[in-house]
């Protein structure tokens, strides 16, 4: 499951419970991005923030690990390259890409978008306010599901932090601490998504 993470929250925990159960999943490897093309308008926090927060919120999941594939990768994140570094690591296994509806309806536009569907089977997790057009692409390298309502994104995340209004229950306690301790979020946000 790749993502920003910026923080990570319920919202991708419970997706990629769901994902794991419905698709028979060994585990659930999350990869936070490193520099992602569609997001370098926005301020993101240092990838050993959000790549330490992602650990402290899969922490206690024996099935859930979290890989720095991404992050160590210099320059900017493609997911290309992120399934062939998990399948030159992992050889023998099958891999699934878990996204989100957004992400998916982008895929033809990220780099080299045919060589993904031979690297991964794409489960696009669908949630409250996004639609899900997938008739462009390959069905049988595409599966959909939905995941119980949960309408949260990092974007609000970030947003209550700055207003300082709580984020408890929507992230992680851990996920809470660390925000605190380390004081993320507290700037004025960058331009929005
Ligand atoms: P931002 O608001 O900054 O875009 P985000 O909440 O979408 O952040 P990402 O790190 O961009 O978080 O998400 C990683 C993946 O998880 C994306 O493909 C996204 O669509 C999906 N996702 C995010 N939030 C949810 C949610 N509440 N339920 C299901 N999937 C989600
Ligand atoms: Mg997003």
């Known amino acids: 499951m790749g993502g920003t ?16 159960s419905e698709f028979d999943l ?17 301020k993101v926090a240092p990838a050993e923030h959000r790549y330490l927060m992602t650990v402290i919120a899969t922490a206690s ?33 099958d891999l699934f890409f878990i996204t989100g509806a957004d992400a998916l309806n982008q895929i033809l536009t990220w780099k080299s978008s045919s060589e993904l569907f031979e690297l991964a089977h794409f489960i696009g997790v669908t949630r409250p306010g996004h639609v899900l057009d997938v008739a462009h692409l390959p069905g049988e390298r595409v599966s959909l599901l ?26 992680p306690d851990g996920v809470v ?17």
Not at 5 to 20: K, N, R, T, Y
Not at 26 to 42: H, I, L, M, Y
Not at 148 to 153: D, E, K, N, Q
Not at 179 to 184: F, G, R, S
């Open 5 to 20: 993470f910026d923080p990570v929250h319920h919202g991708h925990l419970v997706a990629a419970s769901e994902a794991a």
């Open 26 to 42: 060994d585990e659930v490897v999350f990869v936070p991005t490193g520099t992602q093309p569609f997001k370098a308008t926005r």
């Open 61 to 93: 999941n024996p099935d859930f690990t979290v890989s720095r594939v991404d992050i160590d990768r210099p320059g900017i994140t493609f997911t290309v390259d992120t399934l062939g570094d998990l399948t030159r690591q992992r050889p023998d296994e």
């Open 146 to 171: 939905e995941v119980p309502a949960m309408a949260i994104s990092s974007t609000a995340c970030r947003e209550r932090v700055e207003t300082g209004r709580p984020v408890w229950y929507l992230v």
């Open 177 to 193: 601490q660390y925000i605190n301790k380390h004081q993320l979020y507290r700037q004025p946000l960058g331009g929005a998504e």
